[in-house]
């Protein structure tokens, strides 16, 4: 089994900055990509940023220039550097990992998820 953990969400004011963590932790043989997704009430679920195994990164719109994604591969955590943060930041962030579990002659591509975290920026 393999779990997501997110951390460093909470409550900042517009234009402050917040970095979340996501470890992964469990029968990991690799991690492909990590991605952040974000959510608000009444809204779609957002990716917000992903970035592969290579570090090559992408980011919405949105948050171009404002946002930085990293990973330590080492130990299997992904990081959502935010900064310039503004109210239409609000959401629950959640950590996507694509990975792959088991063992090198016996393994499989998984998807996973962890539980959330909170971020409200205030006006």
């Known amino acids: 089994q393999v779990q997501l953990v997110e951390s460093g969400g909470g409550l900042v004011q517009t234009g402050g900055s917040l970095r979340l963590s996501c470890a992964a932790s469990?029968?990991?043989?690799?991690?492909?990509?990590m991605a952040w997704f974000r959510q608000s009430p009444g809204k779609q679920r957002e990716l917000v940023a992903s970035?592969?195994?290579?570090?090559?990164?992408n980011y919405a719109d949105s948050v171009t220039g404002r946002f930085a994604i990293s990973r330590d591969n080492a130990k299997n955590t992904a990081f959502l550097q935010m900064n310039s943060l503004n109210p239409e930041d609000t959401a629950v962030y959640s950590c996507?990992?694509?990975?792959?579990?088991?063992?090198?002659?016996?393994?499989?591509?998984?998807?996973?998820w962890g539980q959330g975290t909170q971020v409200t920026v205030s006006s």
């Open positions: 996507n990992a694509e990975l792959l579990s088991g063992t090198y002659y016996h393994k499989q591509r998984i998807s996973s």
């Open positions: 469990g029968n990991i043989f690799s991690i492909i990509s």
């Open positions: 970035i592969d195994s290579s570090d090559r990164a």
